[in-house]
């Protein structure tokens, strides 16, 4: 990445008004290492993730549990569990591209509702964005990447060296998802995956609540 693609970007993407910013466009070869350093913090392989996730609800509500994720990017298929500390599974459900089955699920996270929300932010993490996409530079020329992966949805990613990534998702022009990814002790395979040691979601509008995610261990299955 080059020196100008800095901290100043990363503040401007964060501090952006509520629609995505206008993309010019770059000479091809930048446009491919832009395009590989946003791909970067996505899985290829099989890995086994253990997370201990604190969250927070807003108005004192949260807690903290672990979460123990199965990815298989190339299935799109992902194996969820959520833990109390003392080790009482609360969730337990497995997702592919047309399924999604539920092996247990204890209140108040027995809703479909919820199912489909803890994967869709899951898949969101840790599946590559699939779907067209454009890179280039925003208007202060500042490098971006936006994927158009449904057909009123964009994810926009950006890097910052010395902080890592953040994802964006908008519906219908307005952001639904922002993910923070920090490249500081990341986990880098054999085979130069990178897996963030701590990651951040946030949702926005109704309802809203943060994840916050500490790696705990890291385990290829291939």
Sequence with gaps: MKPGYSAAFLLLFLTAC??????????PQAEFEIRSVCAAPFPRNQWQLVHSIETDFGGGHGGMMLGVTVI?????????ALMTIEG???????????????????PPFDSNEFARGVMDDIRLMFFSPRGPVQAGNTDQGRPICRYKTGPDRVLDIAFDPASGWIYRLYRSGKPVRTVRADVKQAVVSPA????????????????EYTLNLKLLEAAPLQ
């Design 72 to 80: 298989i990017p190339e299935t799109r298929t992902l194996q969820c």
């Design 88 to 106: 009482l599974v609360v969730f337990n459900a497995e997702s592919g591209p047309e399924k999604l089955t539920i092996e247990r699920a204890v």
């Design 192 to 207: 130069g995956e990178v897996i963030p040691r701590g990651m951040t979601l946030t949702a926005h509008g109704y309802p």
């Design 18 to 27: 509520a629609v995505p910013p206008a993309i010019s466009p770059v000479p």
